[in-house]
């Protein structure tokens, strides 16, 4: 077994790799609010339907999602992107405990500084009420119905994401399935809870927004949501095991996790 050490050494590059797709995951999402929500863009009066603003947000982002997974980095880490993917994946004995442990690091402080630039570039409309710092919040219903909304939508993703990827002939389409995911989430839950399904993604938003408000939701409720489908998989009678952690397999990167595929560790 490597030493701690070695195997930091050894695997700082997923890492960072992890680091930059949530900041990437990030720029978009305040740069493509910004242009549809700030009242002040030249978008935001040619398309005064807020759901029709909010679907091409939920485009945007669930083409960035899959933009991310499908980059050359993104097949190389897995494109986690999301500590509670992660710890999932931990929990289902597919990374290993120190790996889990950094790349939760590097997804918080990935997504801060992703949005942080993101706030440089755009100025000050990312303070505009209408974008702020794209912060996620209960919705009217209040936090009980956010915490519900974020627990189901996060079970469905990574169900999903464990059907298709340890699926033969569906693996390669894992982060299809999941961009497909993000962008009707956006569409319609939103509404409820700011669709969130990711404590880094919430936590890189009200740093710098200032805005706590209902934090542990998006803190609990989607790893609850994930944990308890990653239960369900692997419960279900003639459930397919769970091969390897990365979204992405098919492809000539070299994997770091417990990986099933090709009989290789």
């Known amino acids: 077994m490597p030493a701690p050490s070695d195997i930091v050494r050894d695997h700082w590059p997923e890492y960072l790799m992890e680091a930059v797709g949530l900041g990437l995951f990030m720029i978009s999402a305040a740069i493509v609010t910004a242009l549809l929500e700030y009242p002040?863009?030249?978008?935001?009066?040619l398309l005064p339907d807020p759901v029709i603003r909010r679907v091409l947000i939920g485009i945007a982002m669930g083409l960035t999602a899959i933009g991310i997974i499908y980059s050359p980095w993104g097949k190389r880490s897995g494109a986690h992107l999301n500590p509670a993917v992660t710890m999932t994946f931990f929990r289902l004995g597919k990374i290993q405990g120190l790996d889990a442990l950094f790349y939760v690091l590097a997804q918080f402080v990935g997504g801060v500084i992703g949005l942080l630039v993101a706030a440089m570039a755009i100025g000050m409309a990312i303070e505009h009420p209408t974008v702020n710092y794209v912060v996620t919040i209960p919705g009217l219903e209040g936090a009980g119905v956010a915490f519900a909304a974020e627990a189901c939508i996060s079970f469905g993703l990574m169900l999903v994401v464990l059907i298709v990827s340890n699926h033969t002939k569906l693996n390669v389409w894992t982060g299809v399935f999941a961009g497909a995911l993000v962008a009707i989430y956006i569409a319609f839950e939103a509404?409820?809870?700011?669709?969130?399904m990711n404590p880094a993604r919430s936590f890189a938003s009200a740093l710098p927004a200032n805005l706590w408000t209902d934090l542990w939701v998006y803190l609990t409720a989607p790893l609850l949501g994930m944990l308890l489908a990653a239960e369900c998989y692997v419960r279900f009678p003639g459930a397919r095991r769970v091969h390897c952690a990365k979204l992405h397999h098919s492809n000539d990167q070299r994997c770091i996790f417990f990986c099933g595929y090709h009989g290789v560790n």
């Open 40 to 45: 002040h863009s030249p978008l935001y009066s």
């Open 191 to 196: 509404p409820l809870s700011g669709m969130s």
